[in-house]
């Protein structure tokens, strides 16, 4: 398989869902492996979210995580409609890699062809138009590309070697470790991916009120790691619209979730409640104030409020 998926809930309407499916999709096409930092500053707007088995089946579950797949413009529309259960799947079937893959190539020696070795990887390479002038130029460009970093690299290895070997070039070698650090930089800087405006907005929030943090998009929808009462807390991140000033909030916790949570995560926990309107953050430490035994029962849902005694301020 070309993906491993976390365990997540979201569906497709979840202001989350495409930030989740382009952390288990490597910020690149689940189809044809187009990556967001391949089609530049627009990358976010370049890639959309797919229905796997598409919504003309009017499955029940059509709207669900699982079911939802990162992909980019073109694989969309070529994909449109088209099912048919020997559509390969990037989350199960080994498509390009693995111990069987249904197709190979794509390489200089192949003229970039991709060579199908089954008559799936045949209807896959069809369904998505892999062999058209578009992805051989994108395959052309992404290999050159890898060469060229390649090739910086172990210049600058040769440079170091030579340095390190010579008393009389010490001082000298001051200058080329900083050179060094720059040209390490440079393809870091070219990697940089657009972030999810709220995420961003959610980090900037704890950064100003000097609390260290840092997004993980972790199973089981944790997607901030922060330092919170001199513990470390894994939280998910969830969004208030909402502009009305209140003292008291009261928030409904699925149970499913809650006891996932407690049967799987070997942290701390809790839920940030972001709102971004009125610039408030709450901060539920749920591992803290919640007992598993509490969870149990015919409930659905546990209500728990937030007050005054979590806002991070
Ligand atoms: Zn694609």
């Known amino acids: 398989?070309?993906?491993?998926?976390?365990?997540?809930?979201?569906?497709?309407?979840?202001?989350?869902?495409?930030?989740?499916?382009?952390?288990?999709?490597?910020?690149?096409?689940?189809?044809?492996?187009?990556?967001?930092?391949?089609?530049?500053?627009?990358?976010?707007?370049?890639?959309?979210?797919?229905?796997?088995?598409?919504?003309?089946?009017?499955?029940?579950?059509?709207?669900?995580?699982?079911?939802?797949?990162?992909?980019?413009?073109?694989?969309?529309?070529?994909?449109?409609?088209?099912?048919?259960?020997?559509?390969?799947?990037?989350?199960?079937d080994d498509i390009f890699s693995g111990n069987t893959p249904a197709i190979a190539g794509g390489k200089e020696k192949d003229n970039y062809k991709y060579i199908a070795q089954n008559d799936r990887g045949t209807f896959y390479i069809n369904t998505f138009k892999l062999n058209s002038r578009t992805q051989i130029y994108f395959r052309r460009a992404r290999e050159a590309h890898e060469n060229n970093l390649r090739v910086i690299n172990s210049l600058i290895d040769e440079i170091l070697l030579k340095v390190q070997d010579n008393i009389e070039l010490r001082d000298f070698a001051k200058s080329v470790f900083q050179l060094v650090e720059l040209i390490r930089k440079k393809p870091q800087e070219l990697d940089m991916l657009p972030k999810n405006e709220m995420f961003e907005k959610a980090e900037e929030y704890l950064n100003d009120k000097g609390i260290e943090n840092i997004l993980v998009y972790e199973e089981y929808n944790m997607?901030?790691?922060m330092k919170a009462n001199g513990n470390t807390y894994y939280c998910e991140l969830v969004l208030d619209n909402s502009i009305e000033e209140k003292a008291e909030y009261?928030?409904?916790?699925?149970?499913?979730?809650?006891?996932?949570?407690?049967?799987?995560?070997?942290?701390?926990?809790?839920?940030?409640?972001?709102?971004?309107k009125i610039q408030r953050m709450y901060f539920y430490p749920v591992s803290d104030e919640i007992k598993l035994s509490e969870?149990?029962?015919?409930?659905?849902?546990?209500?728990?409020?937030?007050?005054?005694?979590?806002?991070?301020?």
């Open 1 to 92: 398989m070309e993906y491993i998926r976390k365990q997540r809930w979201a569906t497709y309407s979840s202001a989350k869902c495409k930030e989740y499916l382009r952390n288990d999709f490597a910020h690149e096409c689940a189809y044809c492996k187009l990556q967001e930092k391949e089609v530049g500053i627009v990358g976010l707007n370049f890639f959309e979210i797919d229905h796997f088995k598409p919504q003309v089946l009017k499955l029940s579950d059509s709207h669900k995580y699982h079911n939802l797949y990162y992909c980019c413009k073109k694989c969309n529309k070529e994909k449109s409609d088209i099912w048919d259960t020997s559509l390969l799947d990037p989350c199960t």
């Open 223 to 225: 997607d901030i790691k």
């Open 295 to 313: 969870t149990s029962g015919t409930n659905k849902l546990k209500q728990i409020k937030i007050s005054a005694k979590h806002l991070i301020s």
């Open 250 to 276: 009261r928030k409904n916790i699925d149970i499913e979730k809650l006891t996932t949570w407690f049967e799987k995560l070997n942290c701390n926990f809790g839920i940030l409640f972001y709102y971004p």
